[in-house]
C-alpha cells in the first residue's frame, strides 16, 4: 500500500509548506483485517520511532501536524515484542484518550533492551476533528529483526 492521497484544505497545506518534509522509513503492507506497518531504521531507537509515526501517519498526514506541544511517553514489556506493542499502544492512548495529541515527530530516548523499557518524546498538537482521523493498533504478527544494515519491523 502506497502513501495515501489526502485532500487538504488550504490551511492544511499551508502548515504542510511551513516545515521541512519528514524523512519516512516506513511503509503499510496489505492485511485482511488491519494495517500492517513495516518501519526500518539505522538504529532500534529509529525502527520504533518510525513504527509509531507510520502508525500515525495512516491516521493522518503527520506533515499537517504543527509541533506546537511535547509529550513524553514510557512504556514496558516482557520482551522486544510486547514492548514495541505497549509502545504504539501508550501513544495510540495519548491520541485516543488522554490528551488527544497527535505528534508530527516521536523521538525515542531510551530503550532498556535488558528490562525492555523504552522512554520516547514527541512533538505535535492536539487532535482537531477538522484535521485528523484516527485507528487503532492490535498485536498480530508483530515481530522485529536485526540485519547487518539496521533494524526492521514488522
Not at 509509531?52 to 512504556?75: H, I, K
Not at 504504539?88 to 523521538?107: G, H, I, Q, S, T
Request: charged content about 30%; overall charge negative; some cysteine.
Amino acid at each position: 500500500m502506497e502513501d495515501r492521497e489526502l485532500d487538504l484544505t488550504d490551511a492544511q497545506k499551508a502548515v504542510k509548506s511551513k516545515y521541512p518534509p519528514i524523512n519516512k522509513k516506513y511503509e503499510y503492507l496489505d492485511h485482511t483485517a488491519d494495517v500492517q506497518i513495516h518501519s526500518w531504521g539505522d538504529s532500534l531507537e529509529e525502527a520504533f520511532e518510525q513504527c509509531a509515526m507510520g502508525m500515525f501517519g495512516y491516521m493522518t498526514d503527520t506533515e499537517t501536524v504543527e509541533p506546537l506541544d511535547t509529550v513524553e511517553v514510557e512504556s514496558e514489556g516482557e520482551d522486544m515484542e510486547s514492548l514495541l506493542f505497549h509502545f504504539l499502544d501508550d501513544w495510540l492512548y495519548k491520541f485516543c484518550a488522554d490528551l488527544f495529541f497527535v505528534p508530527r515527530e516521536v523521538k525515542v530516548l531510551h530503550i532498556d533492551r535488558m528490562r525492555f523499557k523504552i522512554r520516547s518524546i514527541g512533538w505535535g498538537e492536539e487532535f482537531s476533528v477538522a484535521k485528523h482521523p484516527q485507528v487503532e493498533s492490535t498485536l498480530h504478527q508483530i515481530n522485529n529483526k536485526r540485519y547487518i544494515t539496521g533494524i526492521k519491523l514488522l
